[in-house]
């Protein structure tokens, strides 16, 4: 799910007007290709349901009661920021819809950055030793190609090949483990 719809309600009367207005919410969304999830469950508390959804990962919550059937608006939760803010329902399909390429967004560019800082570039074996005792992630460090050469490296550090970077731009240099030739870098890392 994209979104999670939680009402909030005492007794009958207003969980009928509730979920009678939540019912074109949901059809909009639905149309613009939007996840949406309704939970209506009387079994659960809405904090139990808002704590639930916020561990299976539901980017947005949205929480609807009798005043904002009344005001015409919605409590939209952002999961990344924890940030609320009310928004009329008038405009929540284009608010939902920015609000998840945003989130996208802030999260592509924070698993970019937080993998720039986790990996160093070596030249030498002891340095690659270095790095793995000391500061781990990833090590991008110029590999020979062969087969002897990852299971030698393996056996002294326990660290494998994790990927050859499909953007590694061909350089030459030479092999921090056999001191052959090399075309170019590959991502070590060390399996914990």
Known sequence: HQVVIVPIYKGDEQRAAVETAVAPIVEALQKAAIRVHFDNRDTHKPGYKFNEYELKGVPLRIGIGPRDVENGTVELARRDTLSKKNVAQADL?????STLEEIQAALFDRAKDFRARH?????TFD???????TKG????????GTEA??????????????CIPLDGKPANGTCVYSGKPAKQRVLFAKAY
């Open 137 to 144: 992630g990833f090590i991008s460090a110029y590999w020979d």
């Open 149 to 162: 050469t990852e299971t030698a490296i393996k056996e002294a550090t326990k660290a494998t090949i994790r």
């Open 127 to 133: 340095a690659f030793k270095e790095v793995l005792e």
């Open 93 to 97: 399909v284009n608010e939902i819809t």
């Open 119 to 123: 990996t160093t570039e070596v030249d």
